[in-house]
């Protein structure tokens, strides 16, 4: 279980996180949506140890990672997947090497192991046998695949994905929203979602948080968001800018 108490981040005068509090169950998978400069990617750092807040706490199984030292916090990060925007691949590596790359680097697992460990990733996520390939000569869809398999290949207990169709087309962001919910449903990860994308925001969150201004503005089912008369979610999910009269 995650929990998030409180929480409040400044960046000088900018006041990024005002109060957040949330709770992660074990094995849910939840999306957290709302505008750009949100403050949702500062959320998912704090969760994942790579932030600390001016003041409240995220605890991780009880654990309060505001107490932690950071050789205990690299313990709790290596608990966390992370699928990052743009993939993130190192350009000069084969996918082998980019998908076990802290493996490789660690040296705790025999070779052959961690190879073993790689196919079985790429398995995973449809792209068998393309170990040798480069970044170059994926295209987008593969480059996601791939690292969501980078995530995968450590035996994560929860999972974090920064805007995962963010670029991709229509077709190639519903198979990739599709392998997601595969990866949750087959391997029950605890899952959080960061997304603009409302169909992937529906499929993904069994809960959805929505943040506005700092804050958690809404918290409920799928059905429920795009159901609700709150007119700042009405905005959000229907895509409809803000007018001169609503910012006054």
């Known amino acids: 279980m995650i929990q998030v108490s409180d929480l409040y981040k400044n960046f000088g005068k900018n006041r990024v996180l005002r ?7 074990t094995g849910e998978s939840i999306a957290i949506i709302g505008r750009s400069g949100c403050g ?12 600390r807040p001016d003041s409240g706490e ?9 107490r932690l030292s950071e050789r205990e916090l690299l313990d709790v990060r290596r608990r966390f997947g992370m699928v990052f925007q743009g993939a993130a691949l190192f350009d000069s590596l084969t996918v082998e090497e980019n998908v076990g790359f802290v493996l490789f680097r660690e040296r705790k697992l025999p070779v052959h192991e961690i190879k073993k460990r790689v196919s ?11 170990q040798d390939k480069m970044p170059s000569e994926l295209s987008g869809g593969m480059k996601k695949r791939v690292g969501l398999a980078r995530a995968l ?3 994560p207990e929860f999972i974090l994905y920064d805007e995962p169709t963010t670029g991709l087309d229509p077709i190639v962001a519903d198979s990739i929203d599709k392998l997601m919910m595969k990866v949750w449903e087959e391997l029950k990860i605890t ?5 603009h994308d409302m169909r992937t925001a529906r499929r993904l969150g069994k809960r959805i948080f929505m943040m506005h201004d700092g804050r ?20 959000f999910v229907n895509g409809i800018s803000e007018t001169k009269e609503d910012i006054s």
């Open 19 to 25: 109060g957040i509090s949330l709770t992660i169950n």
């Open 40 to 51: 949702k990617s500062v959320l998912l750092k704090h969760i994942i140890g790579l932030m």
């Open 58 to 66: 995220v605890i991780v199984d009880g654990k309060s990672l505001n």
């Open 120 to 130: 079985e990733a790429l398995e995973m996520v449809d792209l068998p046998g393309i």
């Open 153 to 155: 290949v450590y035996k």
């Open 191 to 195: 899952s959080i979602t960061v997304t």
């Open 216 to 235: 958690i503005h809404f918290s409920g089912s799928a059905d429920e968001l795009f159901g609700s008369s709150d007119p700042i979610v009405r905005k």
